[in-house]
């Protein structure tokens, strides 16, 4: 038995002496595999077979994504921060240092999660429709760093700044959720926080839990006014006390688009909607903790 570490070597905060000290802390025999292309970790984790004890990926949220999506066998998985933000380990309590977070990991401790699915496609955390897409869309688009790495926090605070900026901070009603109503913008989450900012997590979500189905929030419209109140309950993690449409714990949901709107899936870009199917996959994979 072994195990398989998955490293994506143009994430933010992956370098050689980081990954040789991360390598140095997991179990004797654990295999490495760097990615060089984008859906690279799908094919590695898909080609992970049962002879495999644990599959490890220091990357960031894109990385941890494709490895959800390609893995086909019930092995732990042990996701280690790499990237400039890295949800999804800090959301399930792990060191933000990645080789803290590998010392913890080889450790063994495990627990299962839910996962999320967007038109067939899983998320560990979020999927968002509208305004939190078009951000993460804006902020590919300025490229990346010579290194190959993507713009940090503040590059994305500056573009949403320049967002809201460009709306007057208001958003219409654009997008219908079945069953529930109308609303400006649709936050799909699959545990908590939603999003970090540096060291501060957002739970803009509220009720989103690993041990559940999904969660949504969707506000109606929003104006300048409501923008110092949503970031509020993002802190306290109890969402909009007015003018919001949420639920917890579906097993399904279907978002309608007036028209074509962009689609986030673990904080990356996945092209333009008009419908969105989401179902929960509930106790779906193991994962170091």
Known sequence: MSGLLIVNPFASRVDTHR?????????????????????EATEIAREAGAGVDAVYVLGGDGTYNEVLNGIAVDVPLGFLPGGGT???????????????AAERVAEGRTRRIGLGRVNGRRFGFSAGIGFDAELVRRVDELGR?????????????????????????RFEPQLELEGLGRASFALVANGAPYPYAGSVALDLVPGAS???????????ELRARDLPRLV???LRGSGLDRGALSARDLDRLVVRCDR??????????????VEAVYEAERDAVAVLV
């Open 210 to 220: 690993f041990d559940e189905g999904l969660a949504v929030f969707a506000p109606a």
């Open 86 to 100: 890295s949800v999804l380990p800090r959301a399930l309590g792990l060191p933000r240092n990645a080789v803290r």
């Open 232 to 234: 509020l309950h993002g």
């Open 145 to 169: 760093r010579p290194d190959g790495r993507r713009p940090g926090d503040v590059t994305f605070t500056r573009v949403a700044l320049g967002a809201l900026v460009e709306r007057h901070a």
């Open 19 to 39: 990954l040789a000290s991360v390598q140095a802390a997991l179990p004797l025999g654990t295999e490495t595999r760097l990615t060089t292309a984008r859906g």
């Open 260 to 273: 074509p709107l962009p689609l986030q899936v673990d904080g990356e870009d996945a092209g333009d909607v």
